[in-house]
DNA sequence: CATCGACCCTGCGGGC
DNA sequence: TGCCCGCAGGGTCGAT
């Protein structure tokens, strides 16, 4: 559920309070709420310092004072949330840590339980230390090092359709079902379009639409359409409002006022406006077809 | 390698 | 009222 700009909105609000703080306790409530790869039981944090919360695309990660890091993944509906140590957690609490903070402390809920919290190990890429994790997972948008002409090479190569290349992690991360159909719509591309057919123009004012839709959407404090995405003081986003695309099926659309409709393919459904986002690029003078 | 579908869960709203 | 189905912001895995 949550995408780039949500957890970016709740590692802002992470970093407001948790560096610094000691570890001094982790109570595990429930068996799926750590990720079998994590390289040691979460009780190990025990004591620890936290020093920086971090993200790459969907993945929020804590620095140590250890050669290692906590790892977190939302999933379709994990949340952190700061909350008194003195109220009762949450039924779909997963996790709860205490810091040396008398009166409040870290907690993660998921109901869903696809999101975890694990210890991963810290490697060197590029003169920098990141999460072994991370050796699949590439660099999101707004990263330093994030290298947009290697990106735009690399999704011009694949065969499959552009929506589903731009959910794939592993070439940029982040981005996910809702914000996809957004920056389609904004660069007025076809979901179902193969990616090796777009033209490296449109593949670049597609990266530019992710980038301004993800920026957009993080001013607001991210998408909520229910309580089931808020931040770390439990609080919803407001970009809902400003969806062109995604969950508007039988609206209009506001640049042509066609109806945007919705097609379910790669076991997700797409939102598109089929005047604006045609599934054949206009017209090719002059190009033979057939055999 | 690249691609695709199934699968992992809980809870909700709609149709009957 | 209640049941069943489809659907939901995610990633991972195995088969092809």
């Given amino acids: 559920m949550p995408e780039l700009p949500e957890v970016e909105t709740v590692r802002r609000g ?9 570890i001094t306790d982790v109570e595990v409530l429930h068996p799926r709420a750590t990720n079998p790869r994590s390289i040691a039981p979460l009780i190990e944090l025990r004591g620890a310092r936290i020093e920086n919360i971090n993200r ?101 190569k694949k065969k499959r359709a ?37 033209k490296r123009e449109e593949v670049d004012r597609l990266l530019t639409s992710v980038s301004r839709v993800m920026s957009a959407a993080l001013k607001q404090g991210g998408t909520s359409f229910d309580d089931l995405y808020i931040n770390v003081n439990g609080e919803s986003g407001y970009f809902d409002v400003e969806l062109e695309a995604y969950g508007q099926d039988g609206e209009p659309c506001s640049r042509c006022g066609t109806e945007i409709r919705r097609i379910a393919f790669g076991n997700r459904s797409s939102h598109f406006c089929p005047r604006c986002q045609p599934r054949r690029p206009a017209k090719k003078v002059g190009t033979k077809r057939g055999k």
């Avoid at 992470?14 to 000691?22: D, H, R, S, V, Y």
């Fill in 162 to 198: 552009i929506k589903p290349v731009l959910l794939d992690q592993s070439l940029m991360s982040g981005v996910g079902n809702i914000y996809a159909d957004e920056a389609l719509w904004l660069a007025s591309l076809h979901p179902e379009r193969s990616a090796n057919s777009l």
């Fill in 14 to 22: 992470l970093a407001q309070w948790l560096p610094g703080k000691k």
């Fill in 56 to 156: 790459r695309g969907k993945f929020l990660w804590f620095t140590l004072n250890r050669p290692y890091v906590v790892l977190a993944h939302l999933g379709m509906s994990g949340q952190f949330l700061i909350e008194p140590r003195s109220t009762q957690p949450s039924s779909h609490a997963r996790v709860r840590f205490t810091v040396n903070d008398r009166r409040r402390e870290l907690r993660f809920i998921d109901q869903r339980t696809f999101g975890w919290v694990a210890i991963d190990q810290l490697v060197m890429e590029g003169g920098e230390e990141i999460p072994n994790s991370f050796q699949r997972i590439a660099r999101d948008i707004f990263d330093e090092k994030f290298d947009r002409e290697e990106v735009i090479s690399r999704i011009m």
